[in-house]
């Protein structure tokens, strides 16, 4: 090829290639976009001191990308998980027969559960665990600033739940109340004449041995929140009959003792 050719060639490439720098050059020094989800788990870590966060995002292609914020390993109110911890010691008793699942709530605590629309002798055990039993859930009123300050014994929060009527008669819809598992707490202290916090500990904490699981005792401020089990993830190891899961920021997934 003549010299001058080649020239004219090697210009025209050189000035394609420059002409792609041009192009490319803003995209890779332009400043990256925040990513909304990690702004807000860092949010609830930073802002609302949660010990941790984590989030699994799947995009529209199925592609999947795990968040995390926060520390390794720490304490957390476990909070609604605690129902299964309720649920497993009532059907104990009911494998004892100390308690039918069909029994109506008043043979455990006549006269307790009443109000409008509310009749604990057409409330059964069964429904209370399924969440069919119709009863107002206390959440309604503003507890959680409540129990944020101080302790309430059960029989303060259902007095608080039952200031509202029926959410529908027993056994002929579904919906998701707190009060049903505090009035569950409430069968199981009577029958067994324990707190619930100790018949959980002695029937399903201490069999397992979930070292650092525990039911915080009324003024134990150490994670702000309602009385309900805690769970650490310090332990790397697990029964193979844990009864819940909790995950760590590196770990997702792993069970806790």
Do not use: C
Request: aromatic share 4%; glycine share 8%; no cysteine.
């Amino acid at each position: 090829m003549p010299q001058q050719a080649r020239r004219g060639t090697f210009l025209r490439v050189a000035t394609a290639a420059a002409a792609i720098t041009a192009l490319l050059a803003p995209a890779a020094t332009a400043a990256p976009r925040p990513d909304a989800v990690r702004q807000g788990l860092n949010a609830l870590v930073r802002t609302d001191h949660l010990p941790g966060a984590l989030a699994t995002v799947t995009d529209r292609d199925g592609r999947t990308r795990t968040y995390t914020a926060g520390a390794e390993d720490g304490q957390v109110r476990i909070g609604s998980n605690t129902k299964t911890f309720t649920a497993v010691v009532v059907l104990q008793l009911v494998g004892e027969g100390r308690i039918g699942l069909d029994t109506p709530v008043d043979t455990h605590l006549p006269g307790l559960v009443r109000g409008e629309g509310i009749d604990g002798r057409h409330i059964t055990v069964r429904q209370l665990l399924q969440h069919t039993s119709g009863l107002p859930d206390y959440e309604a009123d503003d507890t959680d600033a409540i129990l944020g300050r101080r302790y309430l014994e059960p029989r303060d929060i259902l007095d608080t739940a039952l200031r509202h009527k029926a959410a529908f008669p027993p056994g002929t819809s579904w919906a998701y109340s707190n009060t049903n598992y505090v009035v569950a707490g409430l069968i199981v202290q009577k029958v067994t004449g324990r707190p619930l916090a100790e018949e959980i500990d002695r029937r399903v904490i201490r069999p397992l041995g979930l070292r650092h699981t525990y039911f915080p005792a009324p003024g134990d401020t150490n994670n702000p929140g309602t009385p309900l089990l805690r769970a650490t993830t310090r332990t790397r190891r697990a029964p193979r009959a844990a009864t819940f899961t909790t995950s760590t920021p590196q770990r997702p997934g792993r069970r806790a003792r």
